[in-house]
């Protein structure tokens, strides 16, 4: 039980495009949702908690307008990098809860390659 | 500071047992968490323990929680080399609207046969 899919696994695309991550639990629903973003050897840094049906909260230094996120249902929360340059390159990871004291379980992560 | 601190790197021989260990800041955490990743993937939840533990076994793992010391650590009996991979450690903190999980830096785990 609790899976979390994300979609795609990797993308490679041009700089100035927009590009956009899905985040999905297959089996539960997930009050809370959230993304993150890890770079090479690193820790996962938080960019954003996303609550269904409200607007996200975003850590101190991300950009809202840059990293878009709609959590529209309990079961799919979606990140857009808009108009992605290449220092937005990273791994991206979601991750999902029940309820606030379930542990968070993650996707696989997203490998964004921006050209 | 905000860290949960760990070892970075952890080499050991297929068989043995290994221990990963972590410090964290916040006595006031409420969850603790081992994670593991495998190249280009996710972090897969392996287990965790309440703040009002000292410890939990599950099969070959085994947590232990110095909550006086903050310090958890994760052991690994009869090690494989398919249990090399990163091992995040992470706390669960309370905070105004909810919580946020901080993870450690990760240990790589290195099994050699």
């Known amino acids: 039980g609790a899976v979390v899919s994300q979609h795609p696994s990797w993308v490679i695309c041009k700089s100035g495009t927009s590009v956009k991550i899905e985040c999905r639990s297959l089996?539960?629903?997930?009050?809370?949702m959230f993304w993150y973003r890890q770079f090479p050897k690193q820790s996962l840094m938080l960019m954003a908690t996303?609550?269904?049906?409200?607007?996200?909260?975003?850590e101190q230094g991300v950009e809202k307008d840059k990293f878009l996120i709609n959590h529209a249902s309990l079961t799919l929360s979606t990140l857009t990098v808009t108009s992605a340059h290449p220092e937005d390159s990273s791994f991206y990871i979601c991750?999902?809860?029940?309820?606030?004291?379930?542990?968070?379980?993650f996707g696989d992560g997203t490998r964004l390659s921006i050209l | 500071g905000e860290d949960v601190e760990q070892s970075l790197f952890l080499s050991v021989r297929e068989g043995d047992s290994s221990v990963i260990n972590c410090t964290y800041t916040?006595?006031?955490?409420?969850?603790l968490y081992w994670y593991k990743q495998e190249p280009g993937a996710g972090l897969q939840l392996l287990t965790y323990?309440?703040?009002?533990?000292d410890m939990k076994q599950d099969q070959r793992l085994t947590v232990l929680l110095n909550k006086k010391d903050k310090h958890l650590s994760l052991r690994i009996a009869d090690t494989q080399t398919g249990d090399s991979a990163i091992y995040f450690c992470?706390?669960?903190?309370?905070?105004?609207?909810?919580?946020?999980?901080?993870f450690g830096a990760g240990t790589r785990l290195f099994v050699k046969a």
């Open positions: 992470a706390e669960k903190r309370r905070r105004t609207g909810g919580f946020k999980t901080i």
């Open positions: 916040d006595s006031s955490s409420t969850y």
């Open positions: 996303s609550n269904e049906g409200s607007k996200a909260t975003y």
């Open positions: 991750s999902a809860v029940t309820g606030g004291d379930q542990p968070q379980h």
């Open positions: 323990i309440f703040s009002n533990m």
């Open positions: 089996d539960f629903q997930a009050t809370t």
